[in-house]
């Protein structure tokens, strides 16, 4: 793009705070401006993943250990590999923002200069997910032991009495808690959404994007939980396209069975692809929301720190 063009790209006035339909609107002509070299950016940081979540899927055929191996080497991942390539892929977007080219050597510069800042940035995220997940497997495991134990007080089975009130006010009340603490979850996540990002103006001071991202989100918390819930109501309407071809196959799948009687292999072999097709298709599709997510993302945080929008090649 000519710099023409990305002056006007970037000509937003810097004045007031933006909002998140502000960083939406500006994300989306960025994505525009040079979607394939940014859509390619994310296919391979996905791709990077999903290649070491399936080494990791490999670790856990190893016997008897097999399970120890594969989850140590998934936190692993999460923890010391995912979080500089992440902060690589907003090195590079915003390069691009910048008038720069969308290069996918730069997905790598996280590795090279902010390896160890990214590798704490991302810890408090991670804290909170795998506080919650512990706290949910530990409420269920709670809640199954007492209320089948309740329920078989009388030595006839947890299910003799069929769905009593007793088991009713039980399934509710594990919902509304699985509910609650995933929506806190979620919701303390929501301020380290710019550690990442962060951690390219603080060289050496870890922490200090972490406290950056969480002063921002509590000035402008409202803003900042609008762009996510514009992330998922886009992720849920490419969720649903994505659905369509898959599910018109295994429609027809269905339809042209003749074998309902034993082994419908016409409707698998039709659902299976249709399943095939829609993960693939969502894969592709959301390296494309990716981009425009924190693309936003980016522009949120300069506009609140007062800096430029963009800032020439």
């Given at each position: 793009?000519?710099?023409?063009?990305?002056?006007?790209?970037?000509?937003?006035?810097?004045?007031?705070?933006l909002g998140a339909m502000d960083a939406a609107r500006?994300?989306?002509?960025?994505l525009r401006s040079d979607f394939w070299r940014l859509?390619?950016?994310?296919?391979?940081?996905?791709?990077?993943?999903?290649?070491?979540?399936?080494?990791?899927?490999?670790?856990?055929?190893?016997?008897?250990?097999?399970?120890?191996?594969?989850?140590?080497?998934?936190?692993?991942?999460?923890?010391?590999?995912?979080?500089?390539?992440?902060?690589?892929?907003?090195?590079?977007?915003?390069?691009?923002?910048?008038?720069?080219?969308?290069?996918?050597?730069?997905?790598?510069?996280?590795?090279?200069?902010?390896?160890?800042?990214?590798?704490?940035?991302?810890?408090?995220?991670?804290?909170?997910?795998?506080?919650?997940?512990?706290?949910?497997?530990?409420?269920?495991?709670?809640?199954?032991?007492?209320?089948?134990?309740?329920?078989?007080?009388?030595?006839?089975?947890?299910?003799?009495?069929?769905?009593?009130?007793?088991?009713?006010?039980?399934?509710?009340?594990?919902?509304?808690?699985?509910?609650?603490?995933?929506?806190?979850?979620?919701?303390?996540?929501?301020?380290?959404?710019?550690?990442?990002?962060?951690?390219?103006?603080?060289?050496?001071?870890?922490?200090?994007?972490?406290?950056?991202?969480?002063?921002?989100?509590?000035?402008?918390?409202?803003?900042?939980?609008?762009?996510?819930?514009?992330?998922?109501?886009?992720?849920?309407?490419?969720?649903?396209?994505?659905?369509?071809?898959?599910?018109?196959?295994?429609?027809?799948?269905?339809?042209?069975?003749?074998?309902?009687?034993?082994?419908?292999?016409?409707?698998?072999?039709?659902?299976?692809?249709?399943?095939?097709?829609?993960?693939?298709?969502?894969?592709?599709?959301?390296?494309?929301?990716?981009?425009?997510?924190?693309?936003?993302?980016?522009?949120?945080?300069?506009?609140?720190?007062?800096?430029?929008?963009?800032?020439?090649?």
């Amino acid at each position: 793009m000519s710099d023409t063009g990305w002056s006007q790209l970037t000509s937003e006035s810097s004045e007031r705070p933006l909002g998140a339909m502000d960083a939406a609107r500006m994300a989306w002509r960025l994505l525009r401006s040079d979607f394939w070299r940014l859509w390619l950016l994310v296919l391979v940081v996905n791709a990077i993943l999903f290649g070491a979540g399936l080494v990791t899927q490999c670790a856990g055929m190893v016997p008897l250990v097999g399970g120890l191996i594969s989850t140590a080497l998934m936190m692993g991942i999460y923890v010391f590999g995912s979080p500089p390539l992440q902060a690589g892929l907003f090195y590079a977007i915003r390069r691009k923002i910048d008038g720069g080219e969308a290069k996918v050597d730069s997905l790598f510069e996280g590795f090279k200069q902010r390896y160890w800042e990214s590798v704490v940035a991302e810890l408090p995220f991670l804290g909170i997910w795998v506080a919650v997940w512990g706290i949910l497997i530990v409420a269920m495991g709670v809640g199954v032991f007492v209320f089948v134990g309740a329920a078989s007080g009388d030595g006839r089975g947890p299910f003799a009495h069929g769905l009593t009130p007793a088991w009713i006010t039980g399934i509710v009340v594990a919902g509304v808690v699985f509910l609650a603490v995933l929506a806190a979850g979620a919701i303390f996540s929501l301020f380290f959404i710019f550690a990442l990002l962060a951690v390219w103006d603080f060289p050496g001071q870890y922490g200090r994007s972490i406290v950056t991202s969480m002063r921002l989100v509590r000035q402008h918390f409202w803003s900042v939980l609008g762009l996510v819930l514009l992330l998922w109501v886009v992720g849920l309407a490419v969720a649903i396209v994505a659905a369509i071809p898959g599910g018109v196959l295994a429609l027809a799948g269905g339809l042209a069975e003749r074998n309902w009687k034993d082994m419908p292999m016409t409707f698998l072999v039709a659902l299976g692809a249709g399943v095939v097709i829609f993960y693939a298709l969502s894969f592709l599709a959301m390296a494309g929301v990716t981009v425009w997510y924190k693309a936003a993302v980016i522009y949120l945080y300069r506009s609140w720190m007062a800096r430029p929008l963009g800032q020439g090649a």
